[in-house]
């Protein structure tokens, strides 16, 4: 079984910064892609931003210089960086990660930690 903790989201006003981290635990050999969501009141889950076990990122176009992604180097904890943040951040971020277990390989998504910025 594997487990995800969120932690970072938040109240800040626009202009602002904030921090998610999402740290792994559980049973599995290793993590390849592990990402960020966000979901809006009214909207759908969008990708805002991944990264392979590689190193490989990528990011929305609406994110792009100003949110970082990045891990940790045990590869099980992953943040995102939020800079200059916009009132049209305000969602919902949700933390995937996919996950190599003995017998499959898994996608698990964390619960989820709200972040509103306010203009």
């Known amino acids: 079984q594997v487990q995800l903790v969120e932690s970072g989201g938040g109240s800040v006003q626009a202009g602002g910064s904030l921090r998610l981290s999402c740290a792994a635990s559980?049973?599995?050999?290793?993590?390849?892609?592990m990402g960020w969501y966000r979901q809006a009141p009214g909207k759908q889950r969008e990708l805002v931003a991944d990264i392979t076990s590689g190193g490989k990122t990528n990011y929305a176009d609406n994110v792009k210089g100003r949110f970082t992604i990045s891990r940790d180097s045990a590869k099980t904890t992953v943040y995102l960086q939020m800079n200059s943040l916009k009132p049209e951040d305000t969602a919902v971020y949700y933390c995937?990660?996919?996950?190599?277990?003995?017998?499959?390989?898994?996608?698990?998504w964390g619960q989820g930690t709200l972040v509103t910025v306010s203009s």
């Open positions: 559980g049973r599995f050999l290793s993590i390849n892609t």
């Open positions: 995937k990660v996919a996950v190599i277990t003995t017998f499959r390989s898994l996608e698990v």
